[in-house]
T-cell receptor, first 113, second 113 residues
Framework: AQSVTQLDSQVPVFEEAPVELRCNYS??????LFWYVQYPNQGLQLLLK??????LVKGINGFEAEFNKSQTSFHLRKPSVHISDTAEYFC???????????FGTGTRLLVSP | GAGVSQTPSNKVTEKGKYVELRCDPI?????LYWYRQSLGQGPEFLIY????????DSGLPNDRFFAVRPEGSVSTLKIQRTERGDSAVYLC???????????FGPGTRLTVL
């Protein structure tokens, strides 16, 4: 079975500062990793995903994440955040077969001026 | 193009009542998923359809929950004898096929009084 841990429930940051949202996973099989963003009153939107190949994955809105197998991590980063990045961010894992996503509890990113 | 739509957006019901939640996937998507998101938690998998059949219903919490997708497009999640603990946002997602990116709808917020 897979599981995802997002230790930070909330991350406050000033506009134009860099940010890292942490995600660690647990799995006994090969995994596929995802970051989704949920803006207020909107559905989940895919930011980026790691399936195979390069461990550094670039997504939309300037976000990127690095898959680290030895540390079982998939942290999300952005070098300079905007007010509009304020949202809830969910890390998710899927095993071979892609039949379902297992989500973490989410990290609320709060960007202030 | 049109995304995943869910109706109603909000549903308030009384304990013990029966409810139906509807999901319209993106046209042409053969895979459809239901998740449940409780307050402060990440989405939890309920059931996955490939075409008309439920390929994995391991996430349904008990036999009060049932879902159908009779023509391989629209799906309905049915909850009998609702309980206050069923209150949550119910999310639907669809993907082009097995293993493709899941696109989420805005959800139905169910409140059981």
């Amino acid at each position: 079975a897979q599981s995802v841990t997002q230790l930070d429930s909330q991350v406050p940051v000033f506009e134009e500062a860099p940010v890292e949202l942490r995600c660690n996973y647990s799995s006994s099989v090969s995994v596929y990793l995802f970051w989704y963003v949920q803006y207020p009153n909107q559905g989940l939107q895919l930011l980026l995903k790691y399936l195979s190949g390069s461990t550094l994955v670039k997504g939309i809105n300037g976000f990127e994440a690095e898959f680290n197998k030895s540390q079982t991590s998939f942290h999300l980063r952005k070098p300079s955040v905007h007010i509009s990045d304020t949202a809830e961010y969910f890390c998710a894992v899927s095993g071979e077969g892609f039949q379902k996503l297992v989500f973490g509890t989410g990290t609320r990113l709060l960007v202030s001026p | 193009g049109a995304g995943v739509s869910q109706t109603p957006s909000n549903k308030v019901t009384e304990k013990g009542k029966y409810v139906e939640l509807r999901c319209d996937p993106i046209s042409g998507h053969t895979a459809l998923y239901w998740y449940r998101q409780s307050l402060g938690q990440g989405p939890e998998f309920l059931i996955y359809f490939q075409g008309t059949g439920a390929a994995d219903d391991s996430g349904l919490p008990n036999d009060r929950f049932f879902a159908v997708r009779p023509e391989g497009s629209v799906s309905t999640l049915k909850i009998q004898r609702t309980e206050r603990g069923d209150s949550a946002v119910y999310l639907c997602a669809s993907s082009l096929g097995h293993g493709d990116t899941q696109y989420f709808g805005p959800g139905t917020r169910l409140t059981v009084l």
